[in-house]
């Protein structure tokens, strides 16, 4: 059964300007081998480039992505960790990652690793780390809306209680 949980994504709308720019560069260069069906030959050359990118390089993080939507949120910790691990050793993928993913999204991937292996916590019922991670996202990423947010929820949570 699929799970129900929420997911966020927030574009960063002036790295859509690279992504045109590279696009149109490709459209050129198809014209330039063949003048009737370069535009599709540029078309499906970004298409490629798109779902290799975008399916290989934050190949972590999507597994981490699929077995929450599954409601296997145990399961879904480690793949996010390793995500982390990642994107930490390799910063300039993320800081980049309009270019390097062809990704629009404001929120870096580490960050959203962090916000995720929280929320995964309060789902088993791990408030104390869910409460850590969220902790560590605003330390690391200093006004992060989604820590901030599950940071209240565990608050009030907590108050009721």
């Keep these: 059964m699929a799970s129900k949980a929420p997911i966020v ?3 960063a709308w002036l790295s859509f300007i690279p992504q045109i720019l590279f696009i149109s560069l490709l459209f050129f260069l198809g014209r ?6 370069g535009t599709i030959y540029g078309l499906v050359v970004y298409f490629i480039i798109f779902y290799l990118l975008r399916n290989l390089v934050p190949k972590d993080h ?3 992505m699929k077995e929450v939507k599954k409601g296997n949120f145990s399961e879904a ?3 996010f960790e ?3 691990d990642f994107f930490t050793r390799n910063e300039w993928i993320d800081k980049y990652r309009f270019i390097t993913m062809l990704s629009s999204g404001k929120m870096s991937y580490r960050e ?3 916000n995720n292996i929280a929320y995964c916590y309060s789902q088993i019922g791990n408030g104390q780390q869910a409460k850590a991670y969220y902790e560590r996202t605003l330390q690391e990423f200093p006004g992060s809306v989604l820590a901030e947010s599950g940071l209240r929820m565990l608050e009030s949570m907590e108050e009721k209680e």
């Design 62 to 64: 999507r597994k981490g």
């Design 82 to 84: 390793n995500s982390y």
């Design 112 to 114: 959203m690793a962090l």
């Design 32 to 37: 330039l081998i063949d003048e009737e069906q």
């Design 9 to 11: 994504k927030i574009p």
């Design 77 to 79: 910790i480690p793949h």
